[in-house]
């Protein structure tokens, strides 16, 4: 039995999510970092890094669920 087409998405989408989440996370850790050796310039410029890395990851899961949502009705 073969893998579906939906089976195939729902992979690629798990697969993209883990890559934003641990790209997210990567970020996040590293201004933490920053923030903890009182590196107030480098922390200011990561934080913009979490911030946009956070908007990519919202604006796809938005995207996604609009597919989602068109599937199911």
Same mark, same amino acid.
């Given at each position: 039995?073969?893998?579906?087409?939906?089976?195939?998405? +729902?992979? %690629?989408? &798990?697969?993209?999510?883990?890559?934003?989440?641990? *790209?997210?996370?990567? /970020?996040? =850790?590293?201004?933490? !970092? +920053?923030? %903890?050796? &009182?590196?107030?310039?480098?922390?200011?410029?990561? *934080?913009?890094?979490? /911030?946009? =890395?956070?908007?990519? !990851?919202?604006?796809?899961?938005?995207?996604?669920?609009?597919?989602?949502?068109?599937?199911?009705?």
């Amino acid at each position: 039995m073969g893998t579906t087409e939906h089976e195939k998405q +729902a992979d %690629a989408h &798990r697969e993209v999510m883990e890559r934003l989440c641990r *790209e997210y996370g990567e /970020a996040l =850790k590293t201004y933490d !970092m +920053a923030k %903890a050796a &009182r590196d107030s310039a480098l922390a200011a410029q990561l *934080e913009l890094v979490v /911030a946009e =890395k956070s908007n990519v !990851m919202q604006a796809y899961m938005e995207r996604n669920l609009k597919g989602t949502d068109a599937a199911l009705h």
